[in-house]
Nanobody, 122 residues
Framework: QVQLVESGGGSVQAGGSLRLSCAAS????????MGWFRQAPGKERERIAT???????RYTDSVKGRFTISKDNAKNTLYLDMNSLKPEDTAMYYC????????????????WGQGTQVTVSS
């Protein structure tokens, strides 16, 4: 059974930085995709960054150049480094995983963490 546990959220001022972590366990797929999603109140959950088992990454336009997704295979941990944070980045952030290729839609991911809140004040 796959378990994903996020940590690292918090409250920061605009322009600040945070690092989110997602500890994964029970994952045995040789080919997989892991990603970070976020959901603000009243909005749909959106994918913001993904990383495949081969290390390739993709970002949504709104976070390119500010956020970096990475993984430490030895620690089974996924990271999201967030810099130059903006108030519009305020949301609950979720870690997700799926076997195979990365998909754009959140509905295609079958493993989720519980989420960690990020709040950016102006």
């Amino acid at each position: 059974q796959v378990q994903l546990v996020e940590s690292g959220g918090g409250s920061v001022q605009a322009g600040g930085s945070l690092r989110l972590s997602c500890a994964a366990s029970g994952y045995t797929y040789s080919s997989y995709c892991m990603g970070w999603f976020r959901q603000a109140p009243g909005k749909e959950r959106e994918r913001i960054a993904t990383i495949r088992s081969d290390g390739s990454t993709r970002y949504t336009d709104s976070v390119k150049g500010r956020f970096t997704i990475s993984k430490d295979n030895a620690k089974n941990t996924l990271y999201l480094d967030m810099n130059s944070l903006k108030p519009e980045d305020t949301a609950m952030y979720y870690c997700a995983a799926r076997a195979g290729l990365c998909e754009w839609s959140a509905s295609r991911y079958d493993n989720w963490g519980q989420g960690t809140q990020v709040t950016v004040s102006s």
